[in-house]
């Protein structure tokens, strides 16, 4: 039974930083490629960070120089380092999973490449 679990959203002024985090279980986490989507009030979602099995990755225009997206095989989770936030980062953060080892970088935002999905984190700015 595939679990992913976020945390660490909450209130930030802009400028500051949080630290979100994913923990998976039910599966072999290490294989897949992971994602961070995040959905705004009234707007779609939208694919935020991928990182496949072997740490590459991928961001939205965005957040590019200011979020990274890493994980910790040993621990089973997804991390996500969000600084210099700004009120437009203001969302419901969610984390995903694949299941498939690899992606195309240009795939590795597209939520169609993910089958599961956490519950969310809110991030407010």
């Known amino acids: 039974h595939v679990q992913l679990v976020e945390s660490g959203g909450g209130s930030v002024q802009a400028g500051g930083s949080l630290r979100l985090s994913c923990a998976a279980s039910?599966?072999?986490?290490?294989?897949?490629?992971m994602g961070w989507f995040r959905q705004a009030p009234g707007k779609e979602r939208e694919g935020v960070a991928g990182?496949?099995?072997?740490?590459?990755?991928a961001y939205e225009d965005s957040v590019k120089g200011r979020f990274t997206i890493s994980r910790d095989n040993a621990k089973n989770t997804l991390y996500l380092e969000m600084n210099s936030l700004k009120p437009e980062d203001t969302a419901i953060y969610y984390c995903?999973?694949?299941?498939?080892?690899?992606?195309?970088?240009?795939?590795?935002?597209?939520?169609?490449?993910?089958?599961?999905w956490g519950q969310g984190t809110q991030v407010t700015v």
């Open positions: 039910g599966f072999y986490f290490s294989n897949y490629v």
């Open positions: 995903a999973a694949s299941t498939i080892p690899f992606l195309l970088s240009s795939r590795l935002l597209r939520s169609d490449q993910y089958a599961y």
């Open positions: 990182i496949d099995s072997e740490g590459k990755t």
